[in-house]
């Protein structure tokens, strides 16, 4: 599976990105696709996932109600849009895809990541 991350960019606080992750090379439906992001000096941390079967999500806390994730079949690509933006959403932000349908927090649990795409959010 090979995964593009693309979208990212400067904008300012309040404003709005969409980050698209386009998947090749699966035909399978049984996976998931979970965005993570990693700030300078800090550990990598999930902000959201979609079961590609189910269509399930999880979201963390820090982005609730601000993110969305969704998934166009079809196309084989994810969708990030990301609302209402603050200065510490800045980081690079990866897409990851697992075997399985269940959504997961865990970096350890993706097999196949995407180069990162870079956040800046200004204040």
């Known amino acids: 599976v090979q995964l593009q991350a693309s979208g990212g960019g400067l904008v300012q606080a309040g404003g709005s990105l969409r980050l698209s992750c386009a998947a090749s090379?699966?035909?399978?439906?049984?996976?998931?696709l979970g965005w993570f992001r990693q700030a300078p000096g800090k550990e990598r941390e999930s902000v959201a996932a979609?079961?590609?079967?189910?269509?399930?999500?999880y979201y963390a806390d820090s982005v609730k109600g601000r993110f969305t994730i969704s998934g166009d079949t079809a196309k084989n690509t994810a969708y990030l849009q990301m609302n209402s933006l603050k200065p510490e959403d800045t980081a690079v932000y990866y897409c990851?895809?697992?075997?399985?349908?269940?959504?997961?927090?865990?970096?350890?649990?993706?097999?196949?990541w995407g180069q990162g795409t870079l956040v800046t959010v200004s204040s």
């Open positions: 990851a895809a697992k075997d399985g349908s269940y959504v997961s927090t865990l970096t350890r649990s993706y097999a196949y």
């Open positions: 090379g699966r035909t399978s439906t049984n996976y998931a």
């Open positions: 979609i079961s590609w079967r189910s269509g399930s999500t």
